[in-house]
Every structure is written in C-alpha cells, then in structure tokens.
C-alpha cells in the first residue's frame, strides 16, 4: 500500500487547519453560507436531512488495517457506531457535528486519510479496480496510477472551480470491474500491439446521472510517461469550455456529446500539443517510486491447491456455497481474493458497524497483509488469503453476520443512501433493496438464478448506478408519493450499457413482485448457460414487457 | 480592494467605459473598446483591458505586447475559468500584470497566484467581509503542492526529486 | 441564496438545520418571541400570512445570526393535535431513517422525555 512521506502529510495536516480556519471563517460571518458550502463539500461535509454527512476519501478503495479500526473509531467516538461505504469506495457518517468534523479531520490525518475532494465540483476521488495487484487478467497494476492522480488532482490550483464534478477511475484488466466507461475519465492499461509498451486508452465523457452516457475513446495508446500532461489538456478544454450556464449540462459528456468526439479530441489534442510534457508529467523515478509501493506482498510458496480448504469445503455445504460465490482466483497459487458481503438480507446495503469494520481489519491483519479493498458495489474485499485460511475466516465472519454467499447475486444490491438520509433524494432506497433481498433470501433461489445485478438510485443523480444495473430501479416522486421506474439491461463492465426503461412508475410495495415477474421470463426463456444479462441481450425488452401487459390485462 | 501576495496594495490604474482614454497614464478599457484605444494611445501611455473569463486565447494573443495589464473577470467565485485562461496568457508570453476581478474567496488566493495572477481586485461586497488579514493567512495555509509548472518552485514532485538527488549524492 | 423559499400552503411550520450540529431543529414559541427546539411537536404552527411572515421574519435572522442553515416552511397537516408535514420527504425530517427507527427523532434524539416538555 502507499505510505505517506513527509510531503504527503504536511499536505493533509494543512487541509485540516485550512478547513479548521474555514469553520471559525463561516461561523464568524467572514464566509457566506453559499461560500462555505463548496469549501465544506470540498472536505466531504455535505447536510443530509437529518444531520451533517462526512464522506471520507478511500482512494482506489484501499485501506489497511490501522486505517479501518480508525475508522471504526471515528464511527463509534463521533457518530452513531455504523458508517455506510459508497459506489465511489468512499466511507459516510450519517450523524457527526459539523463542530467535531476538524477534530475528525485530524485522526483521520493521523493515519493517512483524508476527506479533500469527496464532494464538489473538482476532481474527486479515483478509483480502480478491487482486485487490482491480484486479478489473473491483470495486464498491470492501476493502483501506481491511481496514487499518482490522486496527488495530482488534490487542491489543483487551475481545476477545483470546474464547471461540475469530475471523476477518473482506472483500471489494467482485460475485465472492467471499476466501471470505467462511466466516468468523466476512464483509463484502461493495455498493451501496444507493436511497441509492447503498456499504455492508457484514454475515455471521455461517460457519466450516469440525468444524462447517462458511455465513455468514448479520445485516445488509443498515450504513452503511460505522459499521463499528467495528457490529463491536464483534457482538463483545460473542460474547465474553459464546459457548460456553466446549466448545471444539469455541466459534466464534461455533455461537452463531448455537444461538441462532437472528434472536434472536442481535436482541441484536447491541440492544447496536449501546446504543452512542454516533461515540465508536467511525474518524473520516472517518482512513478518507481510509488509503484514501489505496491509491489506483492512477501507470499509463501504454495500448491495451487489446498487439501484442508477441500475437505472443509467437503464437510460444510454453506462454506463450500460461499468459496464459490465470495472467492476470485488470485495470481499468486495457493491464494484467494474474498469479497466479504455488506448486504446481508435485511440490512442496509453498503452499511457496517464499528465492530464489524474492527473484525474486518483483524481479519485482515492476521490472514490478508493488513489490506483491505472496497468495491464500487459496497462490498470488502480481503485480497490476499491463504486457502487453508478460508474456512477459519468464514465462521468468524458469521459469528460477525458477514457470511452472507450472494457477491454478484439478485441480493447483492447496490444501494445509495436514498431519502432515509439523503436531502436530494426523490424517494427511498434502502427499503426498497431491503424488500426484494427477503424475497430472494433462499439460497438455492439465488443460485438458479445466478449472476443479476440490482442497482438502486433514490434520485436522478444515480448514486446508486441504475443506469447500469442488469435491472435499475429509479426512485422518483410523482404526485406527492413514491414511485419507482425499472430499466433493462444496462451494464457496468467492458461490455457498457445503459439500461432501457421497463415500467415507467411502481408503488414501493409493487417493486418486489415486478422483479419477480422479470426474473421468471428469464428463468423460462433463458437457453442452457445463458446469464441474465446475456439473456436481455439476447431477447431484448420486448417478453419482458409482455410480462407486464399480461399483468395489466388480468388486473 | 486590491490585494498582492504581499497584502493590500493600491490600484494606479484608471477604469474608463470605453476607448475614450485621453492621456489617463495608466488605462483600463473593456475588450470591446481595446483595438480604438490602442489606436488612441498617447506616447507614454500604458493600456489594460478587462476580459472575461470566456475569452478565447486566439483573439488576445497577438495584442498581449501592446498591453500591460490584463484583468480577467470572475462572474463568480466558482466560476474556475479565469484560472485557464490565466495559464494560457502566461503560456503565450504574456509578462505584464495579471489581475483577477471578482467577487474570490481567500481560499483561493493561492490558486490565483500559482496560476499566473499578481493580483486579486475584490468588489466592496466581498472585501468587507474577507479583511486583507484573511487573504495573507490563507496563504499560509497552502504550502506545497503536488501539480508541477504552478508557481515558483515549491511543489512537491520537483522537492522529493531535490531530496532523491542530494540522497545519491551523499 | 434566500435564507426562506417560496411560501407554502398554510397552516405551515418553520424547520432548519443547526448550523455546529447539523440536526433539524423547529420554531416553537417561547413567550412573546421564537426559540428553536429539536422536537417536532413543539414547532409553532403559522395558520395565517402574519403567523408565516412571523416565521419568514425569524428564518431570515436567525441564518444571518450564523445560527442555522436551510430554514424553510414545511405546510402541515394538525389533525391529530400535532403538526405533521403533508410531504413525505419532510415527515421523514421529522422522524429520522426509515430503516433505522432506533434513530433520530422517532427514537427520542434530542427530545425531551414528555413529561418534561415545556
């Protein structure tokens, strides 16, 4: 993992007095609220509707050990015991003062963390992908280049007044897992074909939100030496000629999709040509010196498989349910990544409490080279296990209730807070994700119907990713009540694509029984093998719509 | 208000409304009006012009020798266009005075300066609010940075770079 | 920005965040002038354009005190002897999650037990 140097934590000590110096500032009337408002966003102070919400920056979704017991302490000390991790790997308190957040803001800086740009409209904070460092389809690490442009993006002197957020998300596998054509900036390492030399492909303009769009390729191979000048280019068109007169057309796809792909490729390549790169970009041994930190772990030499792992597996149907389902394979022989499931039936997708979070570092500590990974999807991830350890680490998740078997199941829901806290929200969505994972509890159920994902929004804005989802589910109001819209066959991987919309408006209690109803057409019309996503592909909404008429029809 | 890295600093220059700038010493015209009064320039005299943040490079460009100090409007405090704009004049070779006009916030004077600005002229609204005291404070807020080609010296990557050389060498 | 938005129907109640805490806080009477309090029962009820002016009156000085923030009216429905917000997205500002009733207002947050209610 990144280690702070001197630089690093000088920087983030002075946010904390900057911030400090911003609150006294505000409460002295030296700032106006309009004006505090951003510099706050900017610290992830946001007002939800019940209290204050602190996010916190969990950059490329990695945490150590220390850092999650910290945060556990924060949650505990400052907050209601329990914090909620986000699509954008962040972590939230619902509850804490806006009189505590630099107190806060000062244990968070202790142990490397920090909360700067987790809200606003500058860069925010870069993710990649979860299994970064471990994925077999791996070309080569993203986490030296998410590291890297997150020092660059942090307190950007040119752009952190930019017309609307800005995110970048990485990723260097074959297999998207960061869902990288939905960001402002999504950078894929892959290799040159002739050079051999890996590269970015560099995307634009993808986005959820009111105006969903998937990233289009403004370059095909950039040279990796040359990230920072590239992305300042990109920037300057942005921050110059994005739209501010309407902040529903401010994000950069609208720019894109107004200006044309090529013109606006056009005048980024332009302004990249005007500039002098080696006074830019990251010298070599600065980009060493951070992928150093990410070299492997020391692993021990082991067999590709583990006979103890086996006859566990043999002797306990559950466990051998949840290495199927919670486990990747891992580069390294003899080793697992785990994905410990935030959504156990019935709670709040993405939620965990202080204990929970402390059992997680433990875990990580003793099994995992006190690393643990956040995925977009709200779950854990411990990346580097041992076979042999698996079963020991499932009974003590279970003792914890974090054995559910459902990573990339019907019940593992993605979920933005919703209108049970959040003040932009149109409708509720915890309940919502509460409601269909009882109706699928069942184990067996789940398996037969296998890899679906449900991604749930409480509002335009798309926290929650609907847009994506294999079936969306928008929460908007309409006439004073709840409504919910369902899409179709949208997707977050290399295979990008926004979903259709299916019904236009459900009553809450309507939602489960409608995803009944989607999944049955599947279950009947789905051939040997076929996954449902593959299956939407395949038919198209039409059966599926059907299913709706006919209910019309009878009712 | 006027303010330079150094606190409060007084305004020589004179604003006129259009190019009618006799032999003011030190004018300021708005961009419209910047081709008349270059043309109605006296021996000796000094011309600035106020710009908005949307101005594209291309139109100032071939006039920034004739001009000693270019203002750029700030419509409002998160409106970050002026910063760009403020690199792409450095970067043309402007070397006069580069002032930003508008309602900022002291956080974001060091922004100002790391991307070219000399100078921050604030309406009456803000500044009463904001004393000179806050601006130089919030400076000592930002120190180095980690963005390389911003201001002098001081950022980051260019300090750990000096640090990695001196380590070699000792 | 406006420390008070539009005007909504009456008979309406004044909420807002406290400015340090962030909890949604109402204006309740306390003698001739208006106290904020956390207890959503307590919150005074505008039925007229003078009872809503009076309410305005205090959103707009008590955000100029620093003391609170998004201070707006809430139209209520008082049918059972206590004022409860006719939009959902307000009733829940005067309930707390709703997937967590062992928090926020709904569990007691920062209310005084009933028998102690000024």
């Known amino acids: 993992m990144y280690r702070y140097d001197e630089f690093d934590e000088r920087f983030v000590r002075e946010r904390v007095e900057q911030f400090s110096d911003q609150v006294a500032r505000r409460l002295d ?291 051998d349910r949840w290495v199927e389902v919670n486990t990747t394979a891992h580069k390294q022989p003899g080793y697992a990544a785990i994905t410990i499931s935030l959504k156990p039936v019935g709670e709040a997708p993405g939620d965990a409490t202080s204990e929970q979070m402390r059992l997680v570092a433990d875990l990580a500590e003793e099994f995992s080279f006190s690393e643990i990974r956040v995925t977009h999807a709200q779950n854990l991830v411990l990346p580097h296990v041992k076979l042999s350890d698996l079963f020991a680490i499932w009974r003590r998740l279970g003792e914890a209730g974090l054995s559910s078997a459902n990573i990339g199941l019907i019940t593992d829901i993605i979920a933005c807070p919703g209108l049970d806290y959040c003040a932009l929200a149109t409708a509720r969505s915890i309940p919502i994700a509460q409601a269909i994972a009882r109706r699928f509890a069942e184990d067996t159920r789940q398996k037969e119907i296998g890899e679906l994902n449900i991604k749930i929004s409480g509002c335009i804005n798309a926290c929650g990713h609907h847009h994506v989802g294999h079936i969306g589910i928008l929460g908007l109001e309409k006439r004073g009540i709840e409504s919910y819209q369902i899409t179709l066959g949208g997707d977050a991987t290399q295979d990008a694509a926004i979903g259709e919309i299916l019904v236009p408006g459900l009553a809450a209690e309507e939602v489960p029984d409608a995803i009944e109803r989607i999944v049955a057409v599947y279950l009947e019309q789905r051939q040997a093998g076929e996954s449902f996503i593959e299956n939407v592909r395949r038919l198209g909404l039409a059966p599926f719509k059907a299913a709706f008429l006919e209910l019309d029809r009878a009712a | ?158 300090q750990r770079r000096a640090k990695r050389l001196a380590q070699a060498a000792g | 920005m406006a420390a008070v938005a539009k005007r909504p129907a009456l008979p309406a109640i004044l909420l807002a965040n406290d400015l340090l805490d962030g909890d949604v806080v109402f204006a309740s009477a306390a003698g001739e002038t208006l106290a904020w309090t956390r207890d959503p029962a307590l919150a005074l009820v505008a039925d007229d354009d003078t009872g809503a002016e009076r309410l305005e009156a205090f959103a707009v000085s008590e955000f100029a005190a620093q003391r609170v923030v998004d201070a707006y009216l809430v139209d209520v429905e008082t049918s059972t002897g206590r004022p409860v917000p006719r939009h959902y997205r307000e009733r829940m500002k005067t309930l707390g999650p709703s997937n967590r009733r062992d928090l926020g207002k709904q569990a007691g947050e920062g209310i005084a037990p009933s028998g102690q209610r000024a």
Not at chain 1, 85 to 97: C, E
Not at chain 2, 84 to 105: K, M, N
């Open chain 1, 29 to 319: 009337g030296s700032l106006t609220e309009d004006e505090f408002k951003p510099l706050r966003l900017k610290n992830g102070v946001y007002l939800q509707l019940h209290a204050y919400m602190l996010r916190i920056a969990i950059p490329y979704g990695t945490l150590s050990s220390r850092q999650l017991r910290q945060l556990a302490l924060i949650g505990e000390r400052y907050d209601r015991g329990y914090g909620h991790f986000t699509t954008r790997t962040n972590l939230q308190f619902n509850w804490p003062k806006l009189r505590d957040v630099p107190e806060i803001l000062g244990l968070l800086a202790d142990v490397e963390m920090h909360c700067i740009q987790t809200s606003g409209n500058c860069i925010r904070n870069v993710t990649a992908d979860h299994f970064a460092g471990i994925a077999r389809d791996e070309i080569e690490d993203p986490r030296p280049t998410a590291e890297l442009i997150r020092q660059w993006s942090s307190q950007h002197p040119e752009f952190s007044y930019l017309p609307r957020k800005f995110k970048i998300a990485v990723t260097g596998a074959e297999q998207d897992r960061a869902v990288i054509k939905a960001h402002d900036i999504g950078l894929r390492i892959r290799r040159h074909p002739d050079t051999h030399e890996t590269c970015y492909e560099v995307s634009v303009g993808g986005g959820l939100g009111r105006t969903p769009m998937i990233g289009k390729v403004v370059r095909d191979y950039l040279p990796k030496a040359d990230l920072l000048a590239y992305l300042e280019a990109i920037m300057r068109v942005y921050n110059l000629e994005g739209r501010r007169d309407n902040k529903y057309k401010a994000r950069v796809k609208i720019l894109v999709h107004e200006t044309g792909l090529e013109e606006f490729t056009r005048r980024v390549e332009a302004e990249f040509a005007e500039l002098d790169g080696p006074s830019i970009n990251a010298d070599p041994a600065e980009v060493s010196r951070i992928a150093a930190y990410f070299a492997p772990p020391t692993y021990r030499a082991l067999p590709e498989r583990s006979t103890a792992l086996e006859t566990a597996r043999a002797g306990n149907p559950d466990f």
């Open chain 2, 1 to 158: 208000m006027l303010l330079d890295r150094n606190g409060p600093a007084s305004d020589s220059w004179t604003h006129s409304d259009g190019a009618a700038i006799g032999n003011i010493p030190l004018a300021l015209v708005p961009w419209e009006a910047l081709p008349e009064a270059l043309a109605n320039r006296v021996p000796g005299q000094q011309i600035g012009v106020v710009v908005p943040g949307s101005l594209a490079i291309a139109e100032i460009e071939a006039l920034l020798p004739e001009l000693a100090l270019i203002a750029i409007g700030f419509p409002a405090y998160s409106d970050g266009r002026g910063f760009s704009l403020a690199r792409r004049l450095r970067r043309a070779g402007f070397t006069g005075r580069l002032r930003a006009s508008g309602p900022l916030i002291v956080d974001q004077f060091a922004y100002a300066l790391f991307c070219g600005f000399d100078e921050i002229a604030l309406p009456a609204s803000s500044a009463g609010r904001q004393p000179a005291e806050q601006w130089q404070r919030a400076l000592s807020h930002v120190g180095a940075r980690y963005q390389r080609g911003y201001g002098d010296g001081g950022n980051i990557l260019d």
